[in-house]
């Protein structure tokens, strides 16, 4: 089993940062990539940022060049980390981040973990 246990969120202004901080613990030898999404009021679920345990990372388009994803693994946990700058209205949502488990030598993405998520506020 996997647990996912996501912190950080909170209000800030437009052109401020914050920096979320989601903790991955259980059997994570099957996990091969974290990620976080957001949901805004009225929208669908989106992809933020991903990173893969090789290290490549890709972006929405929307939060290019402003957010950053980072991991630390340990030997029991692995952390994946978004600093999110310049910080605009409309990245305000709930922040989920997710971790996926893949049968890696078939190439297949088996199941995703997800936290509860994390409220972003971004005032004008």
């Known amino acids: 089993q996997v647990q996912v246990v996501e912190s950080g969120g909170g209000l800030v202004q437009a052109g401020g940062s914050l920096r979320l901080s989601c903790e991955v613990s259980?059997?994570?030898?099957?996990?091969?990539?974290m990620g976080w999404h957001r949901q805004a009021p009225g929208h669908q679920r989106e992809l933020v940022a991903r990173?893969?345990?090789?290290?490549?990372?890709?972006?929405a388009d929307s939060v290019k060049g402003r957010f950053t994803i980072s991991r630390d693994n340990d030997n029991d946990k692995a952390t994946v980390s978004l600093q999110m700058n310049n910080l605009k209205p409309e990245d305000t949502a709930v922040y989920y981040c997710?971790?996926?488990?893949?049968?890696?030598?078939?190439?297949?993405?088996?199941?995703?973990?997800w936290g509860r998520g994390t409220q972003v506020t971004v005032s004008s």
């Open positions: 997710n971790a996926e488990r893949w049968d890696v030598p078939r190439g297949m993405r088996e199941f995703d973990y």
């Open positions: 259980g059997s994570l030898f099957s996990i091969n990539a």
């Open positions: 990173i893969t345990n090789p290290g490549s990372t890709n972006y």
